[in-house]
């Protein structure tokens, strides 16, 4: 039997809420600028900025979940799913949740296998899953996601921010980012489409990379994988300086200049070339792994 | 050690047959090269050469949040010949993939000289880097247990996969040994596996709990 | 300093050979004992590369701590010691499974059991490894390495009593997983 309660926008309040209370709605007013932070196991999480300054928060819960802690402490609003000692993984559990928060709140979900879906939110994101997929839009100056196993789809406004993805094994999608990047998996996928690069760094074990964005002027762009495959296409015109190093793996470039072996008797092939002025820099390295190099 | 039966087990049918499974077990590969490789990295380090600019700073205990706050980069201490027995505190090396043949006579020229280019394992790294690891150890084991099965078999695959790069590179150093990009991939991946330990226990921490009553 | 390589006729030759830095004496050690070591580890951590790990700190703590080998014990039963602590130290407690190999979401399976290209009996192989930690450590050291329960107790930082009591647990288990 699953308890289907809602909590509506109304009072003031900041004592915790209980689920099982089926008649006691709830709503917070909170901080425009303020931290949400939300926690859930399994089901959903989904945000979305609007312009009055109330968490309200409604949803359904499953049978396994004791209740939903919902409460401010001065500029922080939490909602916590907090699951019977009983309940295991699977079991039960889950709670959908459909959040309302005043679009520049900063934001804290973590979540164990539910879904991350946030929208039309300003304020800086700090996502974390450990199975659950991350889907979100970005429009603020920072952005931080974490998985384990999660995918993540990421799409910027093209404003520039610092954007730090982790992945282990999930792969990520990210669109439309702009400024800096740091992006690291081990053997999840990245496929990133960004508008005006000036810092990346990105680093998988054996999860392969396609990279394709333009380059601000002086940026940076630092790459390396053990064994997947990195692809970058640059948009043109490209005014970089390219330093491509790996041990085993291939090199593909279509800028020109050919890869050679490091040395005469060892293995290892190396490129070094300059495109344009060579303001930026391009430095790929990887152990087996093909890199290729390309414009557009 | 014994090589007979207890006696008064014989009855044992049980006991009888595990008894008669063999004692020695080869690995699948000869670990004596890094073996080897990790007893010269007891040498003093006059000996080495290999000068390296990285600290680490110890992970922040049980309640490690954020990478950056855990890990920094300092500089990594020239001397592994760290002495102390305390086993339970030693890192391991990483697993390797079979390695060619390596021979342990001396070669022509200096032996430290040949081997100070494989790092071959945490010990290379200074007593700092194998603190931090082992910290990140101990609490590993109980935060996976936090994690739902299937993904705690994710990470530990993709640990798994980080020693299988850290093998490889360690292969191709015993080929390359002054290679200066596999020492920096190594260094690199090592620092990977930290990380990951890092975010594994982080993300473990930040798991809702069960309610109390 | 490394003495010419010439013939070595004993282990204690070699034990005193490498405490005095002989990196080829010590080497014999290894060759001599990997596959008792080896064996100890995997059939303690029953993961392969936890296995290598574990036997190759052995052997690293051994060559340290060569001065501390006072011979009142066989070499072979030091380097089990040692074997011993190295692997509860990276222990996993019993019902962490096998890293299956690398797959996709769907349809990942458990990898086979390193034990299972072990000599025959297969089954006894595999139904050790199926057992719970305490119960597996103490029956491989008493069962298969032949330690008294004293011996296997004092490796295991346990009471004689829970040796003997996990020996017997250990015992009941094989009989029914064997039986099934």
């Given at each position: 039997m699953i308890k289907r309660f809602f909590l509506v926008a109304a009072l003031l309040c900041a004592s915790t809420a209980y689920?099982?209370?089926?008649?006691f709605d709830h709503s917070l007013q909170a901080d425009p600028k303020g931290d949400v932070e939300i926690s859930n196991v399994a089901g959903t999480v989904n945000v979305s900025g609007w312009d009055r300054q109330v968490v309200q928060v409604t949803g359904s819960l499953g049978?396994?979940?004791?209740r939903l802690d919902f409460r401010s402490e001065g500029k922080r609003t939490i909602i916590k799913v907090l699951l019977k000692k009983s309940t295991h993984w699977g079991d039960g559990g889950d709670a959908d949740l459909q959040i309302r928060v005043p679009a520049a709140s900063r934001l804290d979900i973590n979540t164990v296998s539910a879904d991350i879906v946030v929208h039309d939110v300003t304020g800086a994101q700090r996502l974390q899953a450990v199975s659950g997929e991350v889907t979100t839009e970005v429009d603020a100056e920072e952005a931080e996601v974490k998985t384990v196993s999660g995918d993540v789809s990421l799409r910027g406004e093209g404003k520039t921010s610092v954007l730090n993805l982790t992945t282990v094994s999930g792969n990520a999608q990210v669109s439309h980012v702009a400024g800096e990047i740091t992006a690291t998996t081990v053997s999840g996928d990245l496929t990133l489409s960004l508008d005006k690069l000036t810092r990346a760094r990105l680093r998988t074990t054996s999860g392969d990379l396609s990279m394709r964005g333009a380059m601000a002027d002086s940026a940076r762009v630092d790459g390396e994988t053990i064994s997947g495959d990195l692809s970058f296409t640059f948009k043109s015109p490209v005014d970089a300086e390219f330093d491509i190093e790996t041990f085993s793996g291939d090199i593909n470039n279509c800028f020109g200049p050919k890869s050679q072996s490091k040395s005469e008797h060892g293995p290892g092939r190396e490129l070094h070339f300059r495109q344009g002025a060579g303001s930026s820099q391009v430095r790929v390295n990887s152990l087996s792994g093909t890199i290729s190099i390309c414009d557009r | 050690m014994k090589d007979e039966l207890h006696t008064g087990d014989e009855q044992d049918d049980v006991l009888k047959a595990v008894g008669q499974l063999p004692q020695s077990i080869e690995p699948q590969r000869d670990l004596w090269p890094d073996i080897a490789s990790r007893l010269d990295a007891l040498v003093p380090a006059r000996r080495r050469g290999l000068q390296m600019g990285w600290t680490l700073a110890l992970a922040a205990g049980l309640g490690c949040v954020a990478l950056g706050a855990l890990l920094a980069v300092g500089v990594m201490k020239g001397s592994g010949s760290s002495t102390t027995g305390n086993l339970t505190a030693q890192a391991t090396s990483p697993a390797t993939t079979a390695l060619p043949?390596?021979?342990?006579?001396?070669?022509?020229?200096?032996t430290a000289q040949v081997r100070?280019?494989?790092?071959?394992?945490?010990?290379?790294?200074g007593p700092e880097y194998e603190q931090a690891r082992a910290q990140l150890l101990i609490g590993l084991a109980e935060r996976l247990d936090r994690l739902p099965p299937v993904e705690r078999q994710k990470v530990e695959r993709n640990l798994n996969e980080i020693r299988r790069a850290l093998g490889e590179l360690n292969a191709a150093l015993q080929l390359a040994p002054n290679d200066t990009l596999l020492r920096e991939l190594l260094l690199n991946t090592y620092h990977d596996e930290l990380t990951l330990l890092a975010n594994v226990n982080q993300i473990a921490d930040t798991i809702p709990s069960r309610s109390q009553s | 300093m490394t003495l010419p390589p010439r013939a070595i006729d004993t282990e204690q030759e070699w034990v005193e050979r490498a405490r005095d830095g002989d990196r080829a004496a010590f080497e014999q050690i290894y060759r001599a004992y990997s596959g008792k070591v080896y064996g100890l580890c995997l059939r303690l951590t029953r993961e392969a590369s936890i296995a290598e790990d574990c036997t190759q700190e052995t052997f690293i703590s051994a060559w340290r701590n060569l001065n501390r080998f006072e011979g009142r014990s066989a070499l072979g039963t030091w380097l089990h010691r040692i074997a011993v602590n190295a692997s509860l130290a990276r222990g996993r407690k019993g019902?962490?499974?096998?890293v299956p190999p690398?797959?996709?979401?769907?349809g990942e399976e458990r990898e086979p059991s390193v034990l299972m290209d072990a000599t025959p009996p297969l089954d006894v192989e595999a139904a050790i490894e199926s057992l719970p930690e305490g119960a597996r450590h103490v029956l491989v050291l008493y069962g298969i390495y032949g330690y008294t329960h004293e011996e296997a107790a004092s490796m295991l930082g346990i009471a004689v009593g829970t040796c003997k009591a996990q020996l017997h647990r250990a015992r009941r288990l094989l009989r029914e997983r064997l039986s099934a």
């Open positions: 689920a099982d209370e089926e008649d049978e396994g979940v004791e | 043949a390596q021979t342990t006579a001396p070669a022509s020229g200096d100070q280019a494989s790092l071959g394992g945490y010990a290379m790294l | 019902h962490l499974e096998v690398p797959q996709d979401d769907a």
